[in-house]
């Protein structure tokens, strides 16, 4: 994966800011050369990171620029200056899948199977190269498309990690927090 020195502005035209984070802006990018390839770029504010934090990037950084899974978001490249580093991702217009999940009023088994597959997929793959998510979640899992029908993608691999032990011991609070969400507010979007 290509790594630069200076600001991606030489190579993308920024369009509109499309998300905002703790450390970070998302924008909504076109490349400057004929493919007008669209593009997220990810701009980190380094120095508002702790010592921690900015080894969790890297950590992200070199886990994602491994990876190539038509189920898990692409890192395509990273450019750097002194305060701030800019991952050029894949884009992704279809929203998160919690926000579609929540605007039906139930799935059939085909849905669920359709994305269930999808989502088994990526894991596998990442499972296949020792990665564990450690944070899987709908937040974390979004539509490539605006159509509830397109493909979801694993995205946000902040607290992702290689591990060389028995994946039984990696941390699950994410799943245990949704399982007890659905449990005391009597939801289950599986059935009507």
């Known amino acids: 994966m290509p790594s630069y020195q200076g600001h991606p502005f030489v190579r993308y035209r920024f369009i509109k800011k499309v998300g905002v984070g703790a450390f970070s802006h998302v924008y909504k990018a076109v490349s400057e050369d004929e493919d007008r390839h669209v593009v ?46 800019y991952l050029i991702m894949s884009y992704l217009k279809g929203g998160e899948l919690l926000n579609a999940i929540c605007k039906r009023e139930f799935y059939t088994e085909k849905d669920a199977r359709r994305l269930v597959l999808q989502i088994a997929s990526a894991l596998d793959y990442l499972h296949e190269r020792r990665v564990v998510h450690r944070d899987l979640k709908p937040e974390n899992l979004i539509l490539e498309t605006r159509s509830f029908y397109s493909r979801v993608l694993l995205v946000d691999f902040g607290f992702a990690m290689v591990s060389f032990t028995n994946f039984v011991d990696s941390d699950c609070t994410s799943i245990i927090v949704y399982i007890f969400i659905f449990i005391c507010c009597d939801m289950n979007p599986f059935f009507g």
């Open 40 to 85: 997220a770029v990810k701009e980190v504010n380094v120095t508002a990171l702790t010592k921690q934090q900015l080894s969790d990037l890297q950590s992200e950084i070199n886990i994602l620029s491994q990876l190539d899974h038509v189920s898990i978001v692409r890192l395509f490249c990273v450019y750097s200056i002194p305060d701030k580093i």
